[in-house]
């Protein structure tokens, strides 16, 4: 996967890291806050992505489509597709560029509007992605796990970063029989849940 990745996605990526690092050095990115995840996240959800059984893939928050972009490498080589789902419409106008410029529309998929609306509506979840808002993340907790196909995870990130906030979502899981978790110091910090 990461041996042969095209040249426009690593430039895309580039680009992107770029813009992201600027914002949190100066705050003068004047379209909006991308705060991604960085990059050796990426590769790490890459790997998981690559490993899990079948069934949909969701990403919860878009941003500017970095994530998704490591995520598209293993939904080509599994074969999947990616529904990634964004609120804000200047990070919608950004994820297009992105998917257009790195030409992976054929593996994800955007969608402008509340994931909140649309997670329900899946059968079987194989891999979920959740890197939104953080009063948001109990409540697509409680949609995705449910729906998680034995094998599928659940990976959030910002649970170092927000680690005292998302204290009492960590114990939940932690406590819940469906379901193995555990921390992984990568990047802000993952919460890695898997279907038992």
Do not use: C
């Not at 990130?157 to 114990?171: G, I, M, Q, R, T």
């Amino acid at each position: 996967m990461f041996h042969d990745i095209p040249k426009e996605i690593l430039d895309q990526m580039k680009v992107l890291e770029e813009l992201d690092a600027q914002d949190r050095q100066d705050g003068t990115n004047q379209i909006t806050r991308l705060r991604q995840i960085p990059p050796e996240t990426g590769k790490f959800i890459a790997i998981q992505a690559a490993s899990v059984p079948e069934g949909a893939w969701v990403e919860i928050g878009t941003s500017a489509g970095y994530s998704a972009l490591w995520i598209s490498l293993a939904a080509k080589l599994k074969k999947e597709k990616l529904f990634t789902y964004e609120l804000l419409q200047d990070k919608v106008a950004l994820a297009k560029n992105t998917f257009k410029q790195t030409k992976v529309t054929e593996v994800v998929e955007l969608v402008h509007g509340d994931a909140r609306g649309h997670v329900g509506h899946y059968e079987e979840i194989a891999f979920a992605f959740l890197d939104s808002e953080k009063e948001m993340y109990e409540e697509f907790y409680d949609l995705i796990v449910p729906l998680l196909v034995p094998g599928g995870l659940l990976i959030a990130d910002n649970f170092l970063s927000h680690e005292e906030y998302l204290a009492p979502l960590k114990a939940k899981a932690e406590g819940d029989e469906r379901i193995d978790s555990v921390i992984v110091p990568i990047g802000r910090g993952l919460l890695l849940s898997r279907k038992v």
